[in-house]
């Protein structure tokens, strides 16, 4: 959600079925690990995604996705066997 736009606590809690003080702890930890960034403006706070790190988990998550991609591949081409027996 925060990828369009940037949003208080409030404003995302809303969109979940669970305590604000839950979404707020999700943030919170978000926010440390530099996935979100926090802008205050006036008494509210308002939640951003923080692109640059968000790319760097996506460019580390990439090789284990083309590995199981592969394993994936793999086993749908032993089902087909299988399948056609």
């Not at 006036?42 to 996705?65: C, L, Q, T």
Request: with cysteine.
């Amino acid at each position: 959600m925060v990828a369009s736009q940037s949003m208080t606590a409030g404003a995302i809690a809303a969109n979940f079925d669970t305590a604000r003080p839950t979404v707020s702890k999700h943030l919170q930890i978000l926010t440390e690990c530099e996935l979100l960034k926090q802008e205050q403006t006036g008494r509210e706070i308002y939640y951003h995604i923080n692109a640059k790190k968000m790319k760097e988990v996506a460019d580390f998550i990439e090789p284990f996705r083309l590995i199981w991609e592969d394993r994936f591949n793999k086993l749908e081409t032993i089902m087909k066997k299988y399948k056609g027996k």
